[in-house]
């Protein structure tokens, strides 16, 4: 038992928001070839790493090829702040520049974005910089223990 941990319950407030992850639904049309992903939780797309105009998506392989334009979108839901009123919505269309095979018939991709509402897409760099910042603040305090 850690002393003073029952005796002080401010000494390391937590709450069972604090664990709740933020769902991501993402889909797409691969406008290109004039095709989908198969339906099914196995077969959706996940994102994997944003930069500044590019992110990275995990993919059921086969499904786009280098050069193919994509339409894609991506929701949020429990997004534990209120200037986003719990939901956040980006719609992109963006174009595939690399692609690395990854094991159970997937693929990392790597699109550029090409036409996508700016202030839709800061919101989603928003939360997700703001979940990171809270993880890293969780992991310092952590430290202490």
Known sequence: MIPGLLENNNLFPLSSDDFKSIEMKTTFVNTTSRTSPPKGSEHDPVVVQLSDRSFALE???????GGHNLMITIELKNVNREDF???V??????????????????ERIIVNLMQFDEKSWNDFREVFEARQKEINQFLEACKGF
């Open 59 to 65: 993919v059921p392989a086969k499904t786009c090829a």
């Open 85 to 87: 009123s719990k939901k």
């Open 89 to 106: 919505r980006f719609v992109c269309t963006a174009k595939v520049v690399s692609m690395l095979p990854l094991p159970k018939d997937r």
